[in-house]
């Protein structure tokens, strides 16, 4: 099996690690896509209007001659109508339940059993995942979205950096690391063009890298602010791995996740 080098918080070797067969598994652009975006379609919220919207209003009319609120003889379509006001034996009424009318329901509005989401078997996303984790050990494939310097991938580092709490400390870890450029990178916010700034989402960022460790609940408060997702080796997803759904996503793995990496 190939080796790699485990890296210590001050970016030296500190020891050597098995690698599993996963970061030598084939690359397949399509497959990677192809569970992105069925990852994605599962997010999707349906939205759709009430069934019986536009249609709790009486509308029924009388279409024969000398009854009670007919409309025989007064010059009006058979369009369905309710009453809006009356006096006496006059009546006003306005379009109710016909989607051709001023006020009445939508004609063909989003329905409920609209299929969204996108199936793809089990095997297929694992396979998707593990071509995933290969590319990233590709640095060709990595150089494309992320800043780093000539190092060799995958980048290892000790189970130390579970421990780190505040933000300067991974900071720190990460230049030392080599990735200062790719920390800032991402670190980096844009304005956001056009009326989404009044929607929640003024700001722009690019995808940063991912931490892959066995213990994350520690590092995920330090890491918030530099934009780094920080993962658990145990709920490991295609979005995790991939570069939104193209593979060379940098990870940066703890040992002890790639100890536990079974796929």
Excluded at 104 to 113: K, T
Aim: hydrophobic share 35%; proline share 3%.
């Amino acid at each position: 099996m190939k080796k790699a080098i485990v890296l210590s918080l001050s970016g030296q070797k500190a020891s050597e690690i098995e690698l599993p067969d996963v970061f030598e598994y084939r690359v397949d652009k399509e497959l990677i896509k192809k569970a992105f975006l069925a990852e994605q379609s599962a997010k999707f919220q349906l939205k759709y209007t009430d069934p019986l919207a536009g249609k709790r209003k009486s509308s029924t009319l009388s279409k024969t001659r000398r009854t009670y609120k007919t409309v025989y003889g007064h010059g009006l379509t058979r369009t369905p109508k309710k009453v809006t006001w009356h006096v006496g034996t006059q009546f006003v009424y306005i379009g109710a339940t016909a989607p051709n009318a001023v006020g009445g329901r939508e004609a063909h509005p989003p329905q409920q059993n609209k299929t969204l989401e996108k199936k793809i078997n089990k095997k297929e996303k694992i396979a998707a995942i593990k071509s995933a984790i290969s590319a990233s050990a590709n640095a060709d494939i990595v150089k494309s979205f992320h800043q780093i310097k000539n190092f060799e991938l995958p980048l290892i580092v000790e189970d130390k950096i579970n421990d780190i709490t505040k933000t300067k400390e991974l900071y720190k870890v990460l230049s030392s690391l080599g990735l200062d450029a790719e920390t800032e990178r991402a670190k980096r916010k844009n304005i956001r063009a056009g009326k989404g700034k009044m929607r929640g989402r003024k700001y722009k960022r690019k995808l940063g890298m991912t931490i892959i460790t066995t213990e994350p609940t520690k590092l995920r408060k330090s890491a918030a602010n530099l934009n780094i997702n920080v993962v658990d080796i145990k709920n490991l997803n295609i979005e995790d791995v991939s570069h939104a759904g193209k593979p060379g996503r940098l990870i940066v793995w703890s040992q002890g996740a790639v100890s536990s990496l079974k796929l």
